[in-house]
């Protein structure tokens, strides 16, 4: 059985910075491309990031271009994104989810999903 668990959120002040971090089980994680996904309050369910399953390429969402980075040690079985200069839009549910075989944007090509970890962000 397939599990994800992400940690790494809370609360806290614009400009601040966070790192989260997934860890999963039951899969062979270094076949699977890794994605982060978040769901605003009242909004659907967007892409955040991604790394191929090598972890040399990488993929980001305009909005946190140059704010993000996405990283994996295949040796741990765990994803991480460090956010830089948060802001209160970046508030939302952060997911990871695993891929076999696409690398990408779509949420519909991502088939593990964790339950997710809350960031809130005050100004």
């Known amino acids: ?3 994800m668990v992400e940690s790494g959120g809370g609360t806290v002040q614009a400009g601040d910075s966070l790192t989260l971090s997934c ?8 076949n699977y491309a890794m994605g982060w996904f978040r769901q605003p309050p009242g909004k659907e ?8 399953w090598s972890g040399f390429n990488t993929l980001y969402n305009p909005f946190v271009e140059g ?12 994803v991480w994104l460090r956010m830089n200069n948060l802001q209160p839009d970046d508030t939302a549910v952060y997911y990871c989810a695993a891929s076999r075989g696409h690398f990408g944007s779509n949420v519909r090509e991502y088939y593990y999903w964790g339950q997710g970890t809350q960031v809130t962000v005050s100004s």
Do not use: C, M
């Open 45 to 52: 369910r967007e892409f955040v990031a991604a790394v191929e």
């Open 1 to 3: 059985q397939v599990h």
């Open 23 to 30: 860890v999963s089980s039951g899969l062979a994680f270094h």
């Open 67 to 78: 704010r993000a980075s996405i990283s994996r040690d295949n040796t741990k079985s765990t």
